[in-house]
């Protein structure tokens, strides 16, 4: 799996872009990791999970038909083990409450986030507002999770309605604009061969 980062191939590519020049050169050197301002922003920063927040989302849209199927399970899960596999400081603290095993950590992590989405108590805006808070510098974080939503509406070969409503709703409550949407899923249906 690739992770979507910009390169410097692409900034200068973009930079030759007569539109471009000054926002991709001013932002070249920008911090991509929000630094917090306040103890409660770094609380917030420190506490908050890739992992949960991405599979919450992920959830939600599956959930959207009404059910999960099981390719859409085990996508879920095998797309997040891949993330924690690069976020040690996530995985030692679900260690703690899960066990060592990432597989056995994001399965436990899915059927606690399942249950609390079936059981009305998980609030699908506040895992929005984090993702924005915490990577309000980083659009390429927004667009790969953005990505991620596609792979596991795909996971069955399809594309419902209600997923691509509900893709493109959470995208924009992410700030991923309707040409960004639109190249990344066009990304993964060629990367998943569904053309």
């Keep these: ?4 980062y910009l390169s410097i191939d692409h900034y200068l590519e ?4 007569k539109d471009n020049k ?3 050169l001013a932002t070249f050197f920008q911090k991509k990791n929000y630094e917090p301002k306040t103890d409660t922003e770094k609380l917030i920063i420190e506490n908050f999970s890739f ?4 599979m919450s989302l992920l959830i939600h849209i ?7 199927l099981e390719q859409e399970k085990n996508e879920i899960i095998s797309r997040l083990v891949f993330q924690l596999r690069q976020r040690p400081f996530e995985r ?3 260690s703690e409450d899960y066990g060592k095993a990432e597989l056995n950590i994001v399965s436990n992590l899915y059927d606690k986030l399942l249950d609390e989405y079936e059981n009305n108590r998980m609030d699908i805006e506040d ?5 924005n808070f915490v990577y ?3 659009q390429q974080k927004r667009f790969f999770i953005v990505r991620l939503f596609f792979y596991i509406a795909f996971a069955d070969r399809t594309l419902e309605i209600i997923e691509l409503d509900t893709i493109n709703m959470l995208a924009k409550s992410l700030s991923v604009d309707d040409e960004d949407i639109k190249r990344i899923k066009a990304e993964v249906i060629e990367e998943l061969k569904l053309r």
């Design 1 to 4: 799996m690739e992770r979507e």
């Design 14 to 17: 973009e930079s030759t872009k």
């Design 22 to 24: 000054e926002n991709i």
């Design 51 to 54: 992992i949960a927040a991405a």
């Design 62 to 68: 599956t959930m959207k038909k009404g059910h999960i």
């Design 92 to 94: 030692a603290n679900y």
């Design 127 to 131: 895992q929005i507002d984090l993702i």
């Design 136 to 138: 309000q510098n980083n």
